[in-house]
């Protein structure tokens, strides 16, 4: 009993210590500009505001409304970026892991591996190839296809307004942000395993029903992989959203920025406006505070099954 409070207090402790810097974005979030760093040396003091202003998140918008559409545009850009990469990559990982793990075919073990090999290079490692790639696909699709104008920027009208949406592909372009980053070797690897986990009786018995390969893939595996696939699409969502070195490569243009570009403009080289700068960090947590709680039961099942299998 004893040691079960020890623990209790021991993992308690360790819980404040990792909430306390939310607890500070929070309360930085509503200070006055000239309270934020008044109570440093008590911490105590530091998370409980003088005078509470709200009106802070309204200017986090007042004040980017001349960047390119502002602070919404910026939200729109990463929702879209985040959901379409998410969808992307884990559509593209689970084609591949069945493949790898179902399909008979020469070589398909060495691949593989070859293809488990990239978890090994650094990102960083390949950010300037990739950078110099798309600085050039617009010039080597203006030599295939010379009746597109590839570097043009390209705007669309909705309600009766005009919105920037940049290039087709290359720098500033959605193309740069999502496709680059829709494949990765890690969810390949980790949907595989679990596939390899499902009995082949299954398959068996759909194969004598008449299923082909695909209506095997989409009526079985897939919805026996829920967790492992939740468990992906967090993963990849959480980490697109807070994306930040690609995205800094890739865009010049403010309506194209994403969240995490986008508060870079409350930092100055002299001063930063650091209420503001808070109040669009807890606005940019949201969507990761609710896909983590939305897919919890999936996202703790996954671990536990990778857990068991390791």
């Known amino acids: 009993m004893f040691r079960k409070i020890i623990s209790y207090v021991v993992l308690g402790c360790v819980g404040l210590f990792m909430l306390f810097p939310f607890l500070w974005m929070f309360s930085t979030s509503v200070k006055p500009a000239g309270d934020v760093f008044k109570s440093v040396d008590n911490p105590i003091k530091a998370l409980v505001p003088g005078e509470v202003q709200w009106q802070n998140y309204g200017k986090v918008y007042d004040a980017t409304q001349g960047m390119g559409g502002g602070f919404a545009r910026w939200y729109l850009n990463s929702v879209l970026v985040a959901v379409v990469v ?20 020469p070589g398909r073990d060495k691949i593989f591996l070859g293809y488990l090999g990239t978890m090994m290079i650094p990102g960083a490692v390949t950010m300037i190839p990739n950078f110099i790639l798309m600085r ?3 010039d080597w699709l203006t030599v295939a296809a010379p009746f597109v104008n590839w570097d043009a920027p390209r705007v669309i009208y909705l309600f009766g307004r005009t919105y920037d949406v940049g290039r087709l592909v290359g720098l500033d372009s959605y193309f740069a942000l999502i496709v680059p980053v829709m494949f990765s070797a890690y969810g390949t690897f980790m949907l595989r395993q679990f596939f390899m986990s499902i009995p082949r009786d299954l398959e068996e018995a759909a194969t004598i029903d008449g299923c082909g390969l695909f209506r095997i893939f989409t009526t079985i595996i897939l919805p026996l992989s829920k967790p492992a696939l939740a468990t992906l699409g967090i993963f990849t ?10 995205p800094l490569i890739m865009l010049t243009q ?3 920025k994403t969240l995490p570009l986008g508060l870079l403009s409350f930092m100055g080289l002299y001063s930063t406006q650091w209420t503001l700068l808070m109040a669009g960090s807890v606005m940019m947590i949201l969507p990761m505070i609710i896909v983590f709680v939305i897919g919890q039961k999936w996202f703790i099942s996954g671990i536990q099954m990778g857990a068991l299998k390791g």
């Open 86 to 105: 998410t969808l992307g990559q884990v559509t593209t990982s689970a084609c591949a892991a069945y493949a790898f793990s179902r399909l008979q075919f």
């Open 136 to 138: 050039k696909i617009t």
């Open 237 to 246: 969502f959480l980490g697109n959203w807070q994306s930040f070195y690609w």
């Open 254 to 256: 403010d309506s194209m």
